[in-house]
Antibody, heavy 119, light 110 residues
């Protein structure tokens, strides 16, 4: 079955960096666009970034553009999110999600990893 | 400010029906049938319950239904059950592979 497992979260000081990973299994990872979606404590879902199936297309929300970089390693079935210049408002649970392009929806989600930006 | 507006909360008794609205604009909900809905229980990841406005993935009970009128999409839960108490989010494609979510609605089963 489809499985997405995030890792790399933790507590980090403002202005520092953190790299999240999402290990995928149970499906042909290289055939799907993959996304990061975050959720601040007690708040709603916010779309963060997407990387196309082959890694040649990337898009970001305005709130992270220029600070975050999404990437993938299709040989290792792994998705990444490099987060630089972190701010307190980046504190959230970060989910990786698979996009089913046929139904234009997120059909599988990981369990999430918590990032806390605090001094 | 979210581009998709949802009521903060709705409630109903077991067996009743509740509807959640998701109001956008003609450029997102109005002109396209790319609205999806997600259910999220506390401390859990979201799960897809409706895609393409009204289609249910396999395994989703048929008491969940979706519809659209003009620039507003709706999620209706018929025969409300205790396990339906959760947060619900609408989501619209924003062009290409980008998306944005509604503000979320908490459903309470009285």
């Amino acid at each position: 079955q489809v499985q997405l497992v995030e890792s790399g979260g933790g507590v980090v000081q403002p202005g520092r960096s953190l790299r999240l990973s999402c290990a995928a299994s149970g499906f042909s990872f290289s055939s799907y666009a993959m996304h990061w979606v975050r959720q601040a404590p007690g708040k709603g879902l916010e779309w963060v970034a997407v990387i196309y199936f082959d890694g040649n297309g990337k898009q970001y929300s305005d709130s992270v553009k220029g600070r975050f970089t999404i990437s993938r390693d299709n040989s290792k079935n792994t998705l990444f999110l490099q987060m630089n210049s972190l701010r307190p408002e980046d504190t959230a649970v970060y989910y990786c999600a698979r996009e089913d392009a046929v139904i234009t929806s997120f059909d599988s989600w990981g369990q999430g990893t918590l990032v806390t930006v605090s001094s | 400010q979210s581009a998709l507006t949802q009521p903060r909360s709705v409630s109903g008794s077991p067996g009743q029906s509740v509807s959640i609205s998701c109001t956008g604009t003609r450029s997102n909900i109005g002109d396209y049938n790319l609205v999806s809905w997600y259910q999220q229980h506390p401390t859990k990841a979201p799960t897809l319950i409706i895609h393409d406005v009204k289609r249910r993935p396999s395994g989703v009970p048929d008491r969940f239904s979706g519809s659209k009128s003009g620039n507003t999409a709706y999620l209706t839960i018929r025969g409300l059950q205790a396990e339906d108490e959760a947060d619900y989010y609408c989501c619209s494609n924003a062009g290409g592979h980008t998306f944005f979510f509604g503000s979320g609605t908490k459903v309470t089963v009285l």
